[in-house]
RNA sequence: GGAGAGAUGGGUGAGUGGUUUAAACCAGCUGAUUGCUAAUCAGCCGUACGGAGUAAAUCCGUACCGGGGGUUCGAAUCCCCCUCUCUCCGCCA
């Protein structure tokens, strides 16, 4: 959420950033409503002012009000709860207009429509050249038994998977690969619930707007999660942190659950997309100065275990129309894909700024004062396109696949799936 | 699933309709005193919003005792709904 004095300040440049996300801003309607909800506070405490003088007198006097007076009174009384009704009534009208705009892109971001605005920052690793005829990931999962897809169809639908053997050694030991070095890295590991309340998916900004990318359990006002930013995020909602315990860090596995609605025709084979998956997910709790400097740190924490594995990826700042709802600005990591021969997100790594925080309540004190916190996230990494990642980079002529070395400890040290 | 108890400031905890402007204690901060540590004494010690102030300091007002609604001139206190926690029983990994 936008501060709404910031936003009623500063007209041209909010309705320009929020362009340039494709928001069109009804400012006339938000100006509106900002100043209805001021008359309506000052209208209701003027109010409940005169009616607070009186009932004291009546308490100090220690009498019971007289009939005329409680028939002026009453008047006030009626009057106020009138006043009271008005003003929730407009303040949710304007919180519900704040709640669907977008944050506003950091100066930093290029600006942009879509991902061809996106600028590349640094490419690591080399490709390698393969002197026979590769193979995707699908046909090599399917000739190493690693994983059917065939069989979570039939128990399940399309877009599952049931990782089987190895296949399911290998998700495993990634899992456990990566939550280890993040450790390293004094992230604090926690395993989150799977299932979330409205409020902390208000709180990092998937609703109101998203609802229809979640699986909501019937019954509830509870969703899957899409990623453990929502669980890690929400861990200090409503709350206001000493400045000493900043920056937080945590880190955590979780599976996450994607409708996938409106992608329908998109990356139908493989593990490329699918509606359960499972990802490691690095949040941050810091304050407004270092968020930008923690941004780097953090893209560099999902990139270490690309470098750890020796897979060849490309880093990308996206351009102002690429960010996400909630993101002032973000950096994805794309690994190599060779049978697509190109680079395919495997982490997406944001600074939100306050905004999630001031969503979720997230506040931070020093020297007496409290200001919202600035939350940041990214993977660390998407662990299914990690193992995809994994099968084709590593493929040999023979149809087996050589296991990266930082891994093998994780997986019995086996040096060759075949 | 059944029965019962509870939720009050950073913590413990009093408070069953009106000086509650939330007692008291602990923790914390500031100052005083005293060789140091410590002890003692005094003061301070929440959040949000609105208003005044060029701004900061500050001052005034309003709201907040798990959340929402209601009764009343007046609610932490009475009524209704919800959430969560604890205890016992049943079931269960």
New binding site residues.
Partial sequence: MLD??FIFNNKELVKEKLSNKKYILDYDKFSKLYLL??KA??N???L??K??????K???E?R??SSV??EE??G??NQ??EA??NK?KVEVDLNQMLLEIPNLHDDSVPKGENELSNIEVRKIGTIKKYDFKILDHTTIGKNLNLFDLEVAAKITGTRFNLYRGLGAKLERALINFMLDEHGKEDYIEIFPPFICNKESFIGTGNLPKFEEDLFKISGTDNYLIPTAEVPLTNIHSNE?LDSSVLPIKYVAYSACFRSEAGSYGKDVKGLIRQHQFNKIELVKITDEFSSFEELEKLTSNACSILDKLELPYRVVTLCSGDTSFSSAKTYDIEVWIPSENKYREISSCSNFCSFQARRANI?Y?VD????FAHTLNGSGLAVGRTFVAILENFQNPDGTVTVPKALRPYLNNIEIIS
């Fill in positions: 709404p004095n909800r001021k506070i000052q209701l405490e003027e409940k002012g009616l607070n003088q009186f009932n004291k009546i308490t100090q220690k019971k009000p007076e409680l009174i009453k006030f009384s106020s709860k009271e009704k929730k206001i506040k004190k007496n004062k409290t200001n």
